[in-house]
C-alpha cells in the first residue's frame, strides 16, 4: 500500500495503471478495492495531518495558494469544481511541511476557517479571501507577491517606463539573495539599507505615473500601477518582518504536484477521496522536501500510528522521524 500510494501521490500514477504493475508482481487488487484502501488510509492518518498543521501554526509565518480539482459530488451526479489549498512553511531552521486541504467550492470562507488560530504573515496573491483576512483578523498581516506585481508589467508591451520598473524589481530580488546567505539581523540591516530606497523609488514612479493625462484609465498598464498600489502597505511588509519573504513561490510550486497529477488522475470520486488525497499529499509531500524516503515513511505509519502511544505522535511527524531512523532517505 506505501509503493501504491506513492506512486499515485508522488509520481502522479492512476490506481487503473497501478493495478496493473501489481498484476506483474503478482498481486492480483481490483481497483475498486485498491481505491478503498487508499481512501481508508488516507482518512487513519488525520492526527498526524492536525498535529502538522499545529506545528506549521508555531512557525508564524506561511505561504498559501489554491488550485481547482474536479471531483464527484454523488454517484450519479457530473464532475464539479472543488479546491485544494496549500499551506506551506519556509522559516529558516524549521520543518518545510507542506500541509494540503481539499474543500468542495472556492468560497473565501475556507482560508479564513482554516487559519483562524493563525498569528503572524501568510504570504499569498491579491485573491480576495486573504485580502479580507488582512482587513477583518488583527492577528494576521498579508505580504503581497512581489513575484504577481512584476508579472502584470512582464505582460505589457515594450517600453522605457515597464523596462525601468522591472529593472529595480529586478535588484530587489538581487539583493535578497545577499540579504538570506546571514542571520535574521544581517537581512534587516541589508533590507533597510539597500531595499527599502529601491521599493520607495518603485512607489513613487507607480504614484507620478497614475497623474500622467496620457495615462488610459482601462490600460494594462493602469491596472498593473493601480494593482501595486492598491496594496503598497502589503508589499512592503517584508521589509520589516525578517522571516518573511518577498515572493510567494514556495506556495505555488507546492500546488504544481497537483497540477501534474490532476492532468493523469482527472478527477476525483468523492469528497471523501478528496480528503484522503489531501492527507497522503501532506505527508508525501513534506517528506519530499525534507528528504525522507516517503516509501518507507509511509511503510512505518501504517504498521504502527494504530498502536503508537497518543501522547508521542509527534514522533511520527517527517522529522522527528527522519532523526530517529538513520535509513530514512
Not at 511541511?97 to 504570504?123: M, S, V, W
Not at 503581497?144 to 535588484?171: M, P, Q
Not at 538581487?174 to 512607489?203: C, G, M, N, S, Y
Not at 484522503?276 to 505527508?283: G, P, Q, Y
Request: proline share 4%; charged share 30%.
Amino acid at each position: 500500500m506505501a509503493f501504491a500510494v506513492c506512486d499515485k501521490f508522488c509520481y502522479h500514477m492512476p490506481l487503473c495503471r497501478i493495478t496493473e504493475k501489481l498484476k506483474y508482481q503478482n498481486i492480483g487488487l481490483c481497483r475498486q478495492s485498491l481505491t478503498s484502501l487508499v481512501i481508508e488510509l488516507g482518512l487513519r492518518v488525520q492526527p498526524l495531518v492536525d498535529l502538522m498543521r499545529k506545528e506549521l501554526f508555531n512557525q508564524n509565518c506561511l505561504f498559501t495558494d489554491q488550485t481547482s480539482v474536479k471531483f464527484i459530488a454523488d454517484r450519479y451526479s457530473k464532475t464539479i469544481s472543488g479546491s485544494i489549498w496549500i499551506y506551506a512553511g519556509n522559516k529558516p531552521n524549521s520543518p518545510p511541511y507542506q500541509i494540503y486541504e481539499f474543500t468542495d467550492d472556492y468560497r473565501q470562507i475556507n482560508p479564513t476557517e482554516y487559519l483562524k488560530d493563525f498569528r503572524g504573515i501568510i504570504h499569498a496573491d491579491a485573491y480576495k479571501g486573504y485580502v479580507n483576512i488582512d482587513k477583518n483578523n488583527s492577528n494576521i498581516s498579508w505580504a503581497a507577491c512581489w513575484c504577481h506585481g512584476r508579472r502584470k508589467f512582464e505582460e505589457l508591451g515594450h517600453s522605457d517606463y515597464r523596462t525601468d520598473i522591472l529593472n529595480d524589481v529586478r535588484k530587489l530580488f538581487l539583493h535578497e539573495r545577499v540579504a538570506w546567505k546571514k542571520d535574521t539581523q544581517f537581512r534587516l540591516k541589508v533590507r533597510r539599507r539597500r531595499e527599502k530606497p529601491i521599493v520607495d523609488r518603485i512607489f513613487k514612479k507607480l504614484k507620478n505615473k497614475l497623474i500622467d493625462p496620457k495615462l488610459l484609465p482601462k490600460s494594462k498598464l493602469c491596472n498593473a500601477i493601480k494593482y501595486m498600489l492598491s496594496y503598497e502597505k502589503n508589499f512592503r511588509l517584508y521589509l520589516d518582518h525578517p522571516d518573511a519573504k518577498m515572493d510567494n513561490n514556495t506556495a505555488e510550486r507546492a500546488l504544481r504536484k497537483i497540477v501534474i497529477g490532476r492532468k493523469n488522475w482527472m478527477y476525483l470520486g468523492s469528497r471523501r477521496s478528496g480528503k484522503a488525497m489531501a492527507n497522503h499529499m501532506t505527508l508525501i509531500q513534506s517528506c519530499r522536501a525534507m528528504d525522507v524516503n516517503p516509501q518507507k515513511y509511509l511503510e512505518f505509519i501504517y504498521r504502527n500510528l494504530m498502536s503508537y502511544p497518543h501522547n508521542n505522535l509527534h514522533e511520527l511527524l517527517p522529522d522527528r522521524w527522519k532523526n530517529i531512523h538513520s535509513d530514512a532517505k
